[in-house]
């Protein structure tokens, strides 16, 4: 118990990490990678009438400020900078911007009444540029002005890299198949913790990690990635490899409802695709016009790598739907089968305390006939031979219905054994048992109870299927080895064996409802008793189960 709370532990923190490793990746495409420089002022004053000036401070930046005038600013520019842009907003405002004494920038900027942003200006600036910056600014109208002017530098590459992260069109389809990666993900290991994992899960969840990393890296990593990174990720083999992982997951899951359901959603998407192509056709939309450059266009032209994504997007995206379905299915499945299981153990349970009570009344039935022993043996002295007769009779027959082979001093197999065997008899079916067990085993009546009389109900279900009685036989056995209770059984059936999915054999029933609750129940006991159910059968319709319980001390 502790080991599977551990595992389970384990698997939601990876899940979590994987999470958080997903976010993070993506991130890195949403922000830029280096700083925006500002340009501190590091003398502002206010310039009055008269010409006097009254220094102010700029430690706040606000766009409707209390002070009204001529100001005048002044800072420096760094040395060393790249080619870029000198930015500063200009509304409301009469300004003029010198460069060491130099005039590049003059302005007189009135904002239209409603207008949602402000005025801005972008003056480039050649690499090295470096030097003494001084702003004249004048209020025009103190709503909606920048004060005091926000000034910062911008290279070249930076304002690439913010268009590209502002502007990111692999966002939507890399998200999709983050998301794809990270349910497919959960769903392998909630499979896992369930003791269902599902391995063909591997390679699509490297098919959707590859898609998310290769759409995003291919048109836009240089600006986010060291180029050593970009180069590795946006090699062409990762496609190869996208491409290669589908294979094996479709490879994998080649089952008959798998491909049926994968079938119906395939010619719904093709509906849904030719249908929205025909709207956009009709509303002369951008559908339509991506379909004939991007689709038509590469099959005439030959270059098919937009065709490939889109085709590993989409096998990518409704796998992962189909395996987080089947996996929903597969609990209710299990769910089901342990409602039935419990039910059907309830049932054994009944049974087994019914024999049990109807042994019980046996007991007394012979310890009467002690009394009765006792009452012939006074007619015989008396010699009234009439009645005497008639008890012998009436006991006789008493005793015919109450007559039991014992098979073990071990209460709970004699009494199953004892029905078994009656049940067997009354259906012309051979039954052979050999038993060597201790009158106390120290396994739990309701674990010995279920797994024995679900092996012989099977046995006896098999036997039925037989239509020659000739032909039908139960053997089995049981007995003590070295600490285990080794449990034997073979029998004859005359029904095809059905097997799940998994090819495991689920029942031999000509009734499929039942699916196979006994087997299922056996295999949990064997497991909880450190063994493992070995079940084989001969190409002469001979069955055979047995297992080696190792037996607590």
């Known amino acids: 118990m502790h080991r599977k709370q551990l595992q389970n532990w384990c698997s939601l923190i990876l899940f979590f990490l994987l999470c958080a490793a997903v976010i993070w990746f993506l991130h890195l495409f949403s922000v830029d990678n280096g700083k925006i420089l500002h340009i501190d002022w590091t003398s502002a004053v206010q310039v009055h009438a008269d010409g006097t000036e009254t220094p102010i401070y700029t430690d706040t930046l606000t766009n409707d400020p209390d002070l009204t005038g001529t100001f005048l600013f002044s800072g420096e520019l760094p040395n060393d900078l790249p080619d870029g842009t000198l930015v500063f907003e200009t509304s409301n405002a009469e300004l003029t911007l010198w460069l060491n004494d130099l005039e590049i920038y003059h302005s007189n900027a009135s904002t239209a009444e409603n207008s949602p942003g ?64 990270l349910l497919i993900v959960g769903v392998f290991l909630l499979g896992l913790s369930f003791g269902q994992a599902n391995l063909s899960l591997l390679p699509l969840a490297l098919s959707a990690l590859g898609l998310t990393v290769y759409n995003m890296v291919i048109p836009m990593g240089y600006y986010f990635l060291p180029a050593s990174v970009t180069e590795v990720l946006g090699n062409r083999m990762v496609g190869v490899v ?47 016009a991506y379909v004939k450059e991007a689709v038509m266009g590469a099959l005439f032209n030959g270059f098919y790598d937009s065709l490939i994504y889109w085709l590993s997007y989409w096998l990518t995206l409704v796998c992962a739907a189909l395996s987080a379905y089947e996996l929903s299915l597969s609990f209710v499945r299990q769910r089901t089968e342990t409602q039935a299981t419990a039910i059907r153990n309830q049932l054994l349970m009944n049974n087994y305390r019914t024999l049990q009570e109807k042994t019980r009344e046996q007991s007394a039935m012979r310890h009467e006939i002690r009394h009765h022993l006792t009452a012939l043996e006074s007619l015989c002295k008396s010699q009234d031979y009439e009645q005497m007769s008639e008890l012998l009779e009436r006991l006789k027959g008493e005793n015919e219905k109450s007559s039991h082979h014992t098979f073990t001093e071990n209460e709970t197999l004699n009494i199953i054994l004892q029905d078994i065997a009656q049940r067997a008899e009354k259906e012309q079916i051979s039954f052979t048992p050999r038993i060597q067990v201790p009158t106390k085993l120290n396994i739990p009546t309701d674990d010995l109870c279920s797994f024995v009389m679900n092996m012989l109900e099977n046995a006896l279900d098999g036997c039925l299927s037989v239509p020659d009685p000739k032909d039908r036989f139960i053997r089995f056995q049981i007995k003590m080895v070295h600490g285990f209770l ?21 029942t031999t029933k000509k009734d499929t409802d039942l699916h196979g609750f006994g087997l299922h129940q056996m295999n949990r006991i064997a497991e909880k008793y450190h063994s493992v159910l070995s079940i084989s059968h001969t190409e002469d319709s001979v069955f055979l189960i047995q297992t080696a319980l190792k037996i607590p001390e």
């Open 242 to 288: 996208i491409l290669l992982s589908l294979l094996v997951y479709l490879i994998m899951n080649r089952r008959r409802d798998f491909l049926k359901r994968f079938a119906v959603i395939a010619a719904c998407s093709f509906t849904a695709l030719l249908v929205f192509c025909l709207l956009s056709f009709l509303q002369e939309g951008k559908l339509i």
């Open 118 to 181: 402000m005025a801005q200006a972008s003056i480039p600036l050649p690499a090295g540029t470096s030097g003494t910056l001084v702003m004249q600014y004048e209020i025009l109208d103190e709503t909606n002005v920048m004060f005091p002017p926000y000034l910062r530098f911008l290279s070249d590459f930076y304002s690439e890299i913010q268009s590209a992260a502002a502007t990111n069109y692999a966002a939507l389809p890399a998200g999709a198949c983050a998301l794809a990666f």
């Open 486 to 506: 080794a449990i034997r059984c073979e029998n004859s059936y005359g029904n095809d064996l059905i097997k799940n999915e998994q090819g495991e054999l689920q």
